[in-house]
């Protein structure tokens, strides 16, 4: 029992209600794009597993360096029905603050063996370097003295590559030697996606970031504002992929309906979310922040709905194709 609570407890601080959403839309929409077919897939599997195991393994430790530097305003995170924050710091004070970066250093250690290892067996110098970028990237946004998370621009801008750009290009190269332009446009707009999401997931910290002086996009544009490009993000980038993957991809028709509900929910969901953070705006509602969180805690099954279409989508071509 002892030992499942810890596993527990790490799983919280390496915010495992992520590894889904993330693993299909991000790992497995780019490794559909790479792959010419299923048999490629298979022969190149050991690499694409070990591309997997450093976008997760990456993801755990960069939640933890996170959660280690947000402890003390995550501990005094509740609010009613809200209380996941303030479990980020129970966890960590379960484990231990000096183990928990014990647990960190590990993992970095097993990610460079890894990422050493891929670089080596397939001649590719771009996989560790990348890789490095990413990991400084993870750092610097968390932990003095750059703290790129209270840098305005840089907040979102280090975001999008550490969570998208890099890893997705991380694992692009692992099976390819170089990228076509159509999947570069997809990724782009899925990519413009996952910036909307970033951007959104920032609303629900607003009052204890601004009461913290954290100057990310969401403080310095105000909660209305952020929540108002957010929307505009989502819609626009979800036309773009409609009408690309309309045009582009054969039998389109028959998954085109699954693309439409699903961008169609979360669009609605930031909608939701604009009308909320407007009205708190104008009022700052205790009330209205405790909604906002509410849905902010949904906000891994958008990145789920976003990516699953794309996914399914991407099988089924590459299976007509076959």
Request: hydrophobic share 50%; proline share 3%.
């Amino acid at each position: 029992m002892w030992a499942f609570n810890k596993f527990k407890d790490y799983l919280i601080i390496s915010r495992q209600e992520y590894i889904l959403p993330v693993g299909i839309p991000i790992g497995g929409i780019t490794v559909l794009l790479a792959i010419s077919s299923f048999a490629e897939a298979l022969a190149k599997i050991y690499f694409i597993a070990a591309a997997g195991s450093v976008l997760l393994l990456s993801n755990f430790l960069g939640s933890k360096v996170n959660c280690l530097s947000d402890y003390e305003s995550d501990k005094n995170y509740k609010r009613d029905g809200i209380l996941y924050k303030s479990n980020f710091s129970k966890a960590i004070d379960s484990i231990g603050r000096n183990n928990v970066k014990k647990i960190i250093i590990l993992e970095i250690i097993i990610t460079f063996i890894i990422v050493l290892m891929l670089t080596v067996v397939l001649s590719k110098i771009i996989l560790i370097e990348l890789w490095l970028v990413g990991l400084v990237l993870a750092i610097a946004y968390s932990t003095k003295p750059l703290k790129f998370k209270g840098r305005g621009v840089l907040n979102i801008i280090t975001l999008t590559l550490i969570l998208f750009i890099l890893p997705v290009t991380f694992i692009y190269y692992t099976i390819r030697e170089s990228m076509e332009f159509s999947h570069f446009i997809v990724l782009a707009g899925f990519g413009v996606q996952v910036c909307a999401l970033i951007l959104e997931n920032e609303l629900e910290d607003y009052p204890e970031d601004k009461n913290l002086n954290v100057r990310n996009p969401c403080v310095l544009l105000g909660i209305g504002k952020t929540s108002y490009v957010s929307l505009v993000l989502i819609i626009l980038s979800s036309i773009f992929l409609l009408i690309y993957i309309f045009t582009s991809l054969e039998f389109s028709s028959i998954y085109l309906p699954l693309f439409f509900l699903a961008y169609s929910y979360v669009s609605y969901k930031f909608y939701e979310m604009f009308k909320l953070s407007m009205k708190y705006q104008s009022t700052e509602s205790e009330e209205v922040i405790i909604k906002i969180k509410k849905l902010g805690s949904t906000l891994p099954r958008w990145l789920f709905w976003i990516g699953f279409p794309l996914f399914i989508a991407l099988t089924v071509n590459l299976y007509i194709r076959v």
